[in-house]
T-cell receptor, first 114, second 114 residues
Framework: SQTIHQWPATLVQPVGSPLSLECTVE??????LYWYRQAAGRGLQLLFY??????ISSEVPQNLSASRPQDRQFILSSKKLLLSDSGFYLC?????????????FGPGTRLTVT | AQSVSQHNHHVILSEAASLELGCNYS??????LFWYVQYPGQHLQLLLK??????LVKGIKGFEAEFIKSKFSFNLRKPSVQWSDTAEYFC????????????FGTGTQLKVEL
């Protein structure tokens, strides 16, 4: 069966520090991968999605970037964190881009920027 | 751009009470609708979905939702809630031509009291 992992589970970082959040999927190949963020009082917002290695689409201009160095690995990064980067980050995968494909979510990372 | 509104941010119910959580979306074309749930300490998971056909869809754990196209709504219902239904509930939408990118509402925190 497929599983999705995210780490770390929680993170407290000072403003201006770098960030690296990792997401890996097991039990499938060539998944489509997504990064979402939930800021306080707001819904889940799609940040990035990837249909393959090295292919990243950005949905929202921001202080973050994403990379997909391997088929089942998706990384969210920042060179210098801002206070507004605080939030709950979720990684998700789906098997295809068709609308009938359900998205499966990881456990999330709670990021607090101080 | 499409958006999703969930008007109930916090709901507190007693066990056996009936539940209805509102969800409205803004998009004039063909949409696909989802309700996701996140139980405390668990991953976000799919509760039910609507793609086409019967506008009344049934999901897991006795939940159902009705798609009313004229009202742009997809309200979630359960006739009798249980303490174990305590969770956060998210309505989400994808639309034809939008790939498989979900637009989420802000979520509703449901607390069921014994």
């Amino acid at each position: 069966s497929q599983t999705i992992h995210q780490w770390p589970a929680t993170l407290v970082q000072p403003v201006g520090s770098p960030l690296s959040l990792e997401c890996t999927v097991e039990g499938t190949s060539n998944p489509n991968l997504y990064w979402y963020r939930q800021a306080a009082g707001r819904g889940l917002q799609l940040l990035f999605y990837s249909v393959g290695i090295g292919q990243i689409s950005s949905e929202v201009p921001q202080n973050l970037s994403a990379s997909r160095p391997q088929d089942r690995q998706f990384i969210l990064s920042s060179k210098k964190l801002l206070l507004s980067d605080s939030g709950f980050y979720l990684c998700a995968w789906t098997q295809g881009l068709g609308l009938t494909y359900e998205q499966y979510f990881g456990p999330g990372t709670r990021l607090t920027v101080t | 751009a499409q958006s999703v509104s969930q008007h109930n941010h916090h709901v507190i119910l007693s066990e056996a009470a009936s539940l209805e959580l509102g969800c409205n979306y803004s998009y004039g074309g063909t949409v696909n609708l989802f309700w996701y749930v996140q139980y405390p300490g668990q991953h976000l998971q799919l509760l039910l979905k609507y793609f086409s056909g019967d506008p009344l869809v049934k999901g897991i754990k006795g939940f159902e939702a009705e798609f009313i196209k004229s009202k742009f709504s997809f309200n979630l219902r359960k006739p009798s809630v249980q303490w174990s239904d305590t969770a956060e509930y998210f309505c989400a939408v994808t639309h034809t031509g939008g790939g498989n990118k979900l637009t989420f509402g802000t979520g509703t925190q449901l607390k069921v009291e014994l």
